[in-house]
């Protein structure tokens, strides 16, 4: 078996969101040797931290498209399966903030919080562009909205961090609850 994970959450490094991917990551790789691990990283400027060299049985790769072009991409238009960027796969697993269409494979995607639905004055909500640095910040609300579109629609598996999360997905998103299932920090 051959399952994709998008790992460009590990880029910024010490957040919650970071933190759960990559103790969700370490446990997976050493509970099943046998399964085959493809890591999808995308960041214009960031460097991976974390390790996989070690690792036989994951393969990484790396990629330098900004998330802006792959929320229009894959959240927006929807196009370009994960499969054209790092091969045949039969699970694909999403995390934060993209949601690329498949070819074939399954999907799961790992669910936070619905803080863009609950308490939208609290995230980020307007595109800025920095001309001097060269730099588009996204409106994270609606990127957001976007993503979780896609995740009500295709996601066969949609693993939450909390029973407040799921709670959430049912009431908020409408999602059922046999897709969705409770996965805490401390695995």
């Given at each position: ?24 990551l370490?446990e ?7 399964i085959?691990?493809v890591l999808f ?8 931290r974390?390790k996989?060299q070690?690792?036989k049985?994951?393969?990484?790769r790396?990629?330098r498209?900004?998330?802006?072009i ?5 959240n927006r ?18 995390s ?6 498949t070819r ?8 936070y919080?619905?803080i863009v639905?609950?308490?939208p ?12 640095r060269?730099i588009?910040?996204?409106?994270i609300?609606a990127?957001q909205?976007r993503?979780?579109k896609?995740v009500?629609k ?8 909390s ?10 998103l409408?999602?059922e609850s046999?897709?969705?299932?409770v996965i805490?920090?401390?695995?």
């Amino acid at each position: 078996m051959r399952i994709g994970i998008d790992v460009s959450q590990l880029a910024f490094e010490d957040t919650g969101v970071a933190n759960y991917l990559e103790n969700l990551l370490s446990e997976l790789f050493r509970l099943n040797k046998e399964i085959e691990y493809v890591l999808f990283y995308s960041s214009l400027r960031k460097e991976l931290r974390f390790k996989t060299q070690d690792l036989k049985n994951v393969q990484l790769r790396k990629f330098r498209i900004p998330p802006s072009i792959l929320d229009i991409l894959w959240n927006r238009l929807h196009i370009f399966p994960i499969e054209n960027f790092i091969g045949d796969i039969d699970v694909f697993m999403t995390s934060d903030w993209i949601e690329p269409p498949t070819r074939k494979a399954k999907k799961a995607t790992i669910l936070y919080d619905l803080i863009v639905y609950k308490y939208p004055e609290e995230t980020h909500s307007k595109t800025e562009f920095n001309p001097l640095r060269f730099i588009i910040s996204p409106n994270i609300v609606a990127s957001q909205k976007r993503k979780l579109k896609w995740v009500k629609k295709e996601s066969d598996k949609i693993l939450c961090i909390s029973e407040a999360t799921k709670k959430d997905a049912e009431e908020i998103l409408g999602i059922e609850s046999s897709r969705l299932e409770v996965i805490g920090a401390g695995i």
